[in-house]
């Protein structure tokens, strides 16, 4: 069986400038991820960049024996190079995605930390949960409920006191008419 492969004159150049920028870039993400350690935000990277980074000299230093000891053999040589190639990638993307994913998860569970208006109510949502904010929601609904249904209980007897009391009034004032009407009669009368 053969294999072919590509070859360069120039090879040990080309893989020395190669391995030189991607070094460059690994000291210099070091270095970044370094100077934001003490940096406090919601999606801090500078410790996963630095597993990132250690992963990355893991593979380095496992990958490279491995391939030197492979270099006879394409179908391995082949199949480490994939590999690492592989592992090197999924590492960096879980590592640099999969913390930013876990809490927009998490944060469907939790409110963030404030406070929420509802009806004239200040609620806090430190530490509280959608479940909890609803539950509050629910108690803050029934209380208007029963506040609406007693208001309207009360204009309802307030109006009724209302009518009677008008209905009163005229009955005295056409018994007081009816009273001056006979007076000024038994006065024509007279």
């Known amino acids: ?17 190669l391995l030189s920028v991607n070094a460059a870039a690994l000291l210099f993400a070091a270095y ?61 993307l ?3 995605f999969a913390p930013k994913l876990l809490h927009v998860w998490r944060s469907k569970e939790e409110t963030s930390v404030g406070t929420v208006r509802i009806s004239g109510l200040n609620v806090s949502t430190k530490d509280v949960t959608i479940v909890q904010l609803r539950r509050q929601l629910k108690t803050a609904q029934d209380e208007i409920d029963t506040l ?3 208001m309207s209980q009360n204009v309802s007897s307030l109006g009724s006191t209302l009518f009677q009391s008008n209905t009163n009034a005229n009955a005295s004032i056409g018994r007081a008419g009816s009273v001056e009407s006979n007076q000024l009669r038994a006065n024509e009368q007279a």
């Open 148 to 150: 609406t249904t007693s």
């Open 94 to 96: 879980l590592l640099i």
């Open 1 to 17: 069986s053969s294999a072919g492969k590509c070859h360069s004159d120039q090879g040990f150049i080309y893989g020395l400038i």
């Open 32 to 92: 970044q991820a370094y100077r934001a350690r003490a940096v406090q935000v919601q999606y801090g990277e500078s410790t996963y960049i630095a597993l990132i980074i250690l992963s990355l000299l893991q593979a380095l230093f496992i990958g490279t024996p491995l391939l030197v000891i492979s270099s006879d053999n394409p179908s391995a040589l082949y199949f480490i190079k994939a590999a690492v190639i592989f592992i090197t990638s999924v590492v960096v």
